[in-house]
């Protein structure tokens, strides 16, 4: 008697822990029920995918969707939209929002915001702060949590945690990886003066590469001291790279799309539109995070998808706001790099799928595996597009990267089972769940 299943993907070629392979992928009930040969089976809907291949969903572990407090910008609706638009099937976003996440309440409500409605699945990173420091213990176990994330620089009023003992206060409580951005604050303060106006250019000469080796540094000895584990984010530097291959029982780590693509060369060409914080720098910084990336010393990719409007961008700098789209254009910018020989297809799915379950425990999701999520990132590799600023899905309506031609695409999301996105079309209502952590599943 045949097999029935909800879906099958028929005729791709799998990336998963067997390699790369022509595979067929049956799927039930949500997950994954069957990977092989599936030509005698039947299902209520088959998806011929010859000639494309089948990655593990895409996740990118930070973003900043702006919700609530700041919906001009984006809401949680419009940036999962973006991201499911980039082949992205699950975010985890950033407790900057007002008010800030940084307690129960706060969690809960992003949560019920972003349950049926989101379009990708999601968990929430709640703010670890010298108030709420004894309670990131319980916080970082709550339904919807990613865990607990620090600002020891680039943030202003609660959030902003610069000294040591702060931070060891919150890591004393901390059980799962807490994620840090980790630029001297104090530093940063020092240099003020070197804020150009009128030149974003001078944005990486007063947030400089000392300013951010320095609190990493910091920071990775207090993990020591407090024994816990640690998660730097958006690391881009050299330097840090250098210094984290020295600490990797301790310290996992994150690069950027921007980091690896972009130059301070290109503040003449973007102006405002690229200033970012940690900030985009010299070439030299730029071939470090390769490095380190080529090594298997940075662990996951994400985005920093951190949307302003056009007229905040507009603003002269350093009045300008930090902060860029990328969410939906995190698959197509890696896969162009893919496709120069910068890295191995397996290698991006490390970076994007597999590295984020490995170091942060998600239930279910990262793997293309019996019993698993059955989230799916269809590319075709040799589908050569140009990004504009037409297609953001992004509330915010622009990218860096407007005109830039590149070599692959998402063509298909597909959200346990069911397709999200596909051929650029949003096909189905929002249905994001909140994703599961194996250290904090319900009893």
Known sequence: MATTFDLILTGGTVVNHDGEGRRDIGVKGGRIARIG????????????????????????????????????????????????????????EMPNTNP??????????????????????????????????????????LPGAAGIKVFMGSSTGDLLVEDDEGVASILRNTRRRSAFHSEDEF??????GERVEGDPSSHPVWRDEIAALRCTERLVRIA????????????STAEEIVFLEQHKDVATCEATPHHLTLTADDYARLGTLLQMNPPVRASRHRDGVWHGVSQGIIDVLGSDHAPHTLAEKAKTYPASPSGMTGVQTLVPIMLDHVNAGRLTLQRFVDLSSHGPQRIFGMARKGRIAAG???DFTIVDLKRRETITNAQA???????????????????????RGTRAMWEGEIVTPGQGKAVEFSEALPA
């Open 187 to 192: 530093r940063l303060r020092e240099r003020l």
């Open 393 to 415: 899905g992004s509330k915010a309506g622009w990218t860096p990267y407007d005109g830039k031609q590149v070599t692959g695409w998402p063509v298909g999301t597909i959200l």
């Open 372 to 374: 698993y999520d059955a």
């Open 37 to 92: 040969d599936l030509g005698q089976a039947s299902a209520r809907e088959t998806i011929d995918c010859t000639g494309l291949h089948i990655l593990p969903g895409v996740v990118d572990s930070q973003v900043h969707f702006r919700e609530p407090g700041l919906e001009h910008k984006e809401d949680l609706e419009t940036g999962s939209r973006a991201a499911v638009l980039g082949g992205v099937t699950a975010v985890f």
């Open 224 to 235: 020591r001291q407090t024994r816990a584990r640690i998660h730097v984010l958006h690391i």
């Open 100 to 141: 800030l996440t940084t307690s129960e309440a706060a969690l809960d409500d992003k949560v019920r915001r972003a349950t049926g409605r989101m379009h990708c699945d999601f968990a929430f990173w709640v703010g670890g702060t010298r108030d709420n420091a004894r309670d990131v213990g319980e916080l970082e176990r």
